[in-house]
């Protein structure tokens, strides 16, 4: 199986620095002063589609051949990744199939819609899912773009931790949340190649950890029935993203749902912006783990801001 290297994220970077925004680099004394050290977090509830999904989906959908492009590309999703596709698509003037199930919030499908994207509802199960995708793409043609377990996406993911070393130059920890893998293997080859020394550690929700079961018995667990408020981190790891998880990763470190809503509104409050519950989730494992983090430098990748307005957690 071959992994995304270091040269293939700065590779990717100049691909997608026209489409893409660089996110800026946030601190908060407030926040500092609680936890008893210095974080800096990169902001990817700013980035286009709201998060940091979009930086692997402009890369895969750019990076394919004239040919391939024309046929368009389909995925199945009813998040981020959903619309992450159908705007990178309609940014390069092709056409994106997202299979969606019937259940998924109407923001989402609005939002996928109004991207130009073409949707097909299905039953609201993986393996519904799966074969709908399978029909369209044996029909149509289609390059399927894996929401994480794809090596241009990986790519592209980590550029948001190429940003953020560069802007801070050096940190002792990095923290980013897991779900499938794809933003925490893009980071992990980031931070290795360019800090050797600092840690990459990856948050998970305890009622959802399955990359920490996995991580710590090396093999791939299923997420099943997870249980959490982070919703963008209930998918399993891919065999890709594990390889490169079990090559560069420090640690995986989980946090309770109360302190995932504690972190989640210690940044609206002190930081005055919005990000969903899957962003908490370094904060969260730092909320819990005080003296494991007390003095150091820190940089956290905040994933996304897209959050159910009218159902908030506090």
């Known amino acids: 199986m071959l992994l995304p290297t270091f040269s293939d994220i700065l590779e990717a970077h100049a691909l997608i620095k026209p489409f893409i925004h660089r996110t800026p680099v946030l601190t908060s004394k407030s926040i500092n002063g609680i936890v008893g050290c210095d974080l800096f977090f990169k902001c990817e509830n700013f980035q286009k589609v709201g998060a940091f999904k979009f930086r692997g989906a402009v890369n895969a959908v750019f990076s394919l ?19 992450a596709l159908a705007l990178a698509a309609r940014m390069r003037g092709i056409q994106a199939h997202i299979v969606m199930p019937s259940n998924a919030p109407e923001v989402k499908k609005i939002a996928v819609a109004g991207y130009g994207a073409n949707i097909t509802y299905c ?13 369209l793409t044996d029909e149509l043609g289609l390059t399927v773009v894996h929401p994480y377990n794809n090596f241009k996406v990986i790519c592209g993911q980590g550029t948001a931790a190429l940003e953020l070393l560069e ?3 050096s940190a002792d920890m990095l923290l980013c949340p897991v ?3 794809g933003l925490l293997s893009g980071t ?9 020394g600092c840690k990459v550690i990856a948050a998970e929700p305890k009622g959802a950890d ?12 299923p997420s099943v029935h997870p249980a959490t408020i982070a919703d963008g ?9 594990f390889a490169v998880i079990q090559q560069n990763v420090d640690e995986i470190v989980t946090a309770s749902e109360e302190s995932i809503v504690a972190a989640m509104r210690m940044i609206w409050e002190r930081m005055k912006i919005i990000v969903e519950p899957s962003s908490a989730l370094p904060l969260a494992v730092i ?28």
Do not use: M, W
């Open 65 to 83: 051949s004239e040919d391939a492009a024309q046929a368009g590309v389909g995925t199945h999703s009813s998040g981020n990744h959903a619309a």
């Open 123 to 135: 039953e609201p199960t993986l393996q519904a899912r799966e074969t709908t995708l399978k029909k």
């Open 167 to 169: 802007e801070i130059g």
């Open 179 to 181: 779900g499938g893998g």
């Open 188 to 196: 992990a080859i980031v931070t290795k190649a360019l800090l050797p």
């Open 210 to 221: 399955d990359a920490f079961r996995s991580f710590r018995d090396g093999c791939i667990y």
């Open 233 to 241: 981190l209930l998918t399993s790891l891919g065999d890709l993203t």
């Open 287 to 314: 909320l819990e783990n005080r003296e494991k983090f007390a003095g150091k430098r820190i940089g956290i990748i905040l994933s996304g801001g897209n959050v159910e307005l009218t159902k908030l957690p506090f």
